[in-house]
């Protein structure tokens, strides 16, 4: 009986697509380029303090999809990201920090927010932190 009842619920959620959360939504509407549905899913979700869309929106704001390009924006978003840990917000904000994207060049900051990303992995961090060792010996 319980391997019937267990078939049954299997077959259940195979005929059924799996329920999709908002950021998925959000992922897909984005995808499909109809950035006015992402942006509608992933702001009330930014607001609420969701990572993913935070960084998602932050970098919809730098990219001006569906929104009016805006660096500050973009910063806003990938800063409140960044201080929950997501490591894409972080090397993202190493970039700009670093790089002069649409912030103010910030060497110090560039640094500790390539260093948190760097911990969790992230290759781009890695990447710029070496960039960033390198400029800075050669300048010696």
């Given at each position: 009986?319980?391997?019937?009842?267990?078939?049954?619920?299997?077959?259940?959620?195979?005929?059924?697509?799996?329920?999709?959360?908002?950021?998925?939504?959000?992922?897909?509407?984005?995808?499909?380029?109809?950035y006015a549905k992402?942006?509608?899913?992933?702001?009330?979700?930014?607001?609420?303090?969701?990572?993913?869309?935070?960084?998602?929106?932050?970098?919809?704001?730098?990219?001006?999809?569906?929104?009016?390009?805006?660096?500050?924006?973009?910063?806003?978003?990938?800063?409140?990201?960044?201080?929950?840990?997501?490591?894409?917000?972080?090397?993202?904000?190493?970039?700009?920090?670093?790089?002069?994207?649409?912030?103010?060049?910030?060497?110090?900051?560039?640094?500790?927010?390539?260093?948190?990303?760097?911990?969790?992995g992230h290759a781009?961090?890695?990447?710029?932190?070496?960039?960033?060792?390198?400029?800075?010996?050669?300048?010696?």
């Amino acid at each position: 009986m319980k391997q019937l009842l267990l078939l049954c619920l299997v077959s259940l959620f195979m005929q059924h697509p799996a329920w999709a959360l908002p950021f998925d939504d959000a992922v897909a509407a984005h995808e499909r380029e109809d950035y006015a549905k992402s942006i509608n899913i992933l702001r009330p979700l930014a607001v609420k303090g969701d990572a993913h869309a935070q960084y998602m929106l932050g970098t919809m704001y730098g990219l001006g999809q569906g929104v009016v390009m805006d660096a500050a924006e973009r910063v806003k978003w990938w800063t409140l990201a960044a201080e929950q840990g997501d490591a894409s917000a972080q090397a993202g904000l190493g970039v700009v920090y670093g790089l002069w994207f649409g912030a103010e060049y910030d060497i110090k900051a560039a640094m500790k927010w390539n260093l948190l990303a760097a911990a969790q992995g992230h290759a781009g961090a890695q990447y710029q932190l070496g960039f960033h060792y390198l400029l800075n010996s050669t300048q010696n």
